[in-house]
């Protein structure tokens, strides 16, 4: 007989945490997640909101690969602006 795996729970990041591993300002980071750059928040109480772990781990992964094409002559930043010399 085929037995499922059981499913791993999700984890879920605080602010602090994302930030800790992605240098962007708080402010920038709910811009981003107004504009689409960034996931949504997920409601884990009343006061208490987080991100998926996943979703965070897919975003520094994109980022990654945008430093790849970076170091082969693409765009030098994630959102396509030149950086300064």
């Known amino acids: 007989m085929h037995q499922v795996p ?45 991100w998926k772990q996943s979703e965070i781990a897919r975003l520094v992964e994109s980022f990654d690969s945008t430093d790849a094409k970076n170091e082969s002559g693409g765009k030098s930043r994630a959102n396509g602006e030149k950086p300064c010399k």
Request: overall charge positive; glycine content about 6%.
């Open 6 to 50: 059981p499913k791993i729970p999700e984890v879920y990041l605080r602010l602090h945490q994302i930030l800790a591993a992605i240098p962007v300002s708080r402010s920038t980071w709910y811009r981003g997640i107004r504009s689409g750059r960034y996931p949504m928040q997920v409601r884990i109480s009343a006061n208490i909101v987080g």
